[in-house]
C-alpha cells in the first residue's frame, strides 16, 4: 500500500514519539500491513534490537512479511482481544496505532500494555477521534450528520467500534495507575480534495453509509458535491485529529 504524503507526515510525526534503546525489543499491536513498524526500524541501524508485528488479520500479516527481508523484524498473526499473546515484561516500546476503537475492553488491552512493558519503558497508543473530522459545507446540519454516522459506523471487520477513542486515550490508560504520561495531539489537513489525500478517502467512506442505513443518498450526494464544488473555488477544507498517549511505565 502507497500512502499519501499527508498519511507518511503524520506517521513521521507519530513515530517521533517513540524512542528505543539500543539493545531494545519494539512491539506494534495492531501492525496492519507493517508500514509503521518497518518505517521505524529503518530509523535504527542498531543490529540489537528487536521489532515484532502482531495483527489479526492473515492478509495484513501476509504483506507485511512481503514487504521486508530485514532480520531484525518478525510478524504474526495473533487476535490482541483479552490477555495478549505475550510474555510479561517482554518489551521496552509498545506501540499500537488505529486499534484500540475495536476492541470491546480498552480497559484490559491498557492493563496489558502494562504487563508486557519493562518497567521503565514506553508506551505510545494513538488514535484518530473520528468525530473531530471537519469538512466544510453549505448545510452544517448534513456535514454533521455524516461526520457523526461515520463515527459510530461499526464496520464488518470490527468486533466493536468506539468514534470517540481518542479523546479516551488519557483516561483509559491514565486510570490503570500503571503509567506516568501526557497526551500529545495532531491534526492532520487537507486543503485540497483529491485522491489518495486522507480527506477525500473519507468522504468516499462516505458513500458506503447508505447502504448501511447510517445515511441518506441524497445527503451523501449533497456533501459530495458540495466539496466538488469548494475544491472547485479553492476552498476546500478538511482535517480530523489524532490524540497519542506517550507514558512510561511505572517501577514495579
Known sequence: MILSEDVVEH????????????????????????????????RSAHGEQRFVGLDASEKSISEAVAQTKDPRIQFRQERLEGRLPVSDQAYDLVYSSNLLECLADPELFAGEVGRILKPGGFAVINHWDWDSQVYDGSDK?????????????QQAWMDHAEGWMGRRLWGIFHGTGLFEGVVQARTLTNTVYAEPLYGHARAQDFTRLPKRGLATAEDVAQFIATQEALAKAGKYFYSVTSYAFVGRRRDA
Do not use: M, S, Y
Open 141 to 153: 446540519g448534513v456535514v454533521r450528520r455524516l461526520v457523526h454516522a461515520f463515527a459510530d459506523w
Open 11 to 42: 506517521r513521521d510525526w507519530l513515530l517521533g514519539l517513540a524512542t528505543l534503546p539500543e539493545r531494545g525489543a519494539f512491539v506494534d499491536l495492531g501492525c496492519g500491513n507493517g508500514a509503521d513498524l518497518i518505517a521505524l526500524a529503518k
